[in-house]
């Protein structure tokens, strides 16, 4: 651990920030910068995401902030590990390579903000205490959770016609494999969908890896952004959970 101040009673008033970032000037930076505020407290700072995963877990912080690109853990898995644990934190994702795939990729995981590194102090401050009132912030537009479904499903079907053929899209994928990736594309955690489609834990595991490697991406949410920008999959089911 970096630095935490658990120690201290938190003003229930404040917004209780973590920073996870591996670069130590830029997360000090942030750190200083929102400490001037009246009604934010930082909470702590890690370097990793596994620290940062673990400090979430323990401090439940009302917001983290969380580079994209860490060692190890990446932020936007973090971010998925948050919503399927069903931990009370908004995350806010921030990136050195700002562009509309990653944002894509970002709300998809579940995170409530995201912005490049290159924002102005007092538009992250505006930002955090949109997110801090159940908003959701991409850049600097503001939506509420509807606002920000509609706005992926707009960007992925733009995306989607480079990729349109006549006919049914070829997919590389099996039924089975199909099936994952729907439930995949809904949120649901493995063992959710092993209990939907009455197969073992393992057996998702295995389909999942199998679908990562046939799409040649890293994890769930690329397979998820790959999926949906090819019009095999669409957000459709994930309307019930709003």
Not at 6 to 19: A, F, P, Q, R, V
Request: net charge neutral; hydrophobic share 40%; glycine share 8%.
């Amino acid at each position: 651990m970096l630095k935490s101040t658990e120690g201290k009673k938190i003003t229930m008033s404040k917004i209780s920030l973590l920073i996870v970032d591996d670069h130590p000037l830029f997360r000090q930076g942030v750190a200083d910068s929102l400490a001037l505020e009246a009604d934010m407290l930082v909470v702590g700072q890690a370097a990793n995401g596994e620290e940062g995963l673990e400090m979430i877990q323990r401090l439940k912080p009302q917001i983290a902030i969380l580079d994209v690109n860490l060692p190890g853990m990446n932020g936007q898995q973090i971010t998925h590990l948050i919503v399927q644990e069903k931990l009370p934190t908004r995350v806010m994702l921030l990136t050195g390579y700002d562009d509309v795939e990653q944002a894509i990729h970002a709300a998809l995981a579940g995170a409530a903000g995201y912005c490049a590194k290159d924002i102005s102090p007092q538009m992250l401050v505006k930002m955090i205490r949109e997110v801090a009132l159940g908003k959701f912030v991409i850049g600097t537009r503001v939506f509420t959770q509807r606002e920000l479904h509609t706005w992926v499903e707009s960007q992925i079907e733009g995306s989607r016609r480079s990729y349109s053929e006549p006919g049914s899209p070829f997919h590389p994928l099996s039924d089975r494999e199909m099936e994952v990736l729907s439930c995949v594309v809904r949120g649901m955690s493995n063992k959710e969908i092993a209990g939907l489609l009455g197969i073992s834990h393992q057996t998702v595991k295995n389909h999942v890896t199998s679908i990562l490697r046939k799409f040649n991406v890293e994890d769930r949410t690329q397979a998820v952004v790959y999926a949906l920008k090819r019009g095999w999959v669409t957000l459709k089911d994930t309307s019930k959970q709003e």
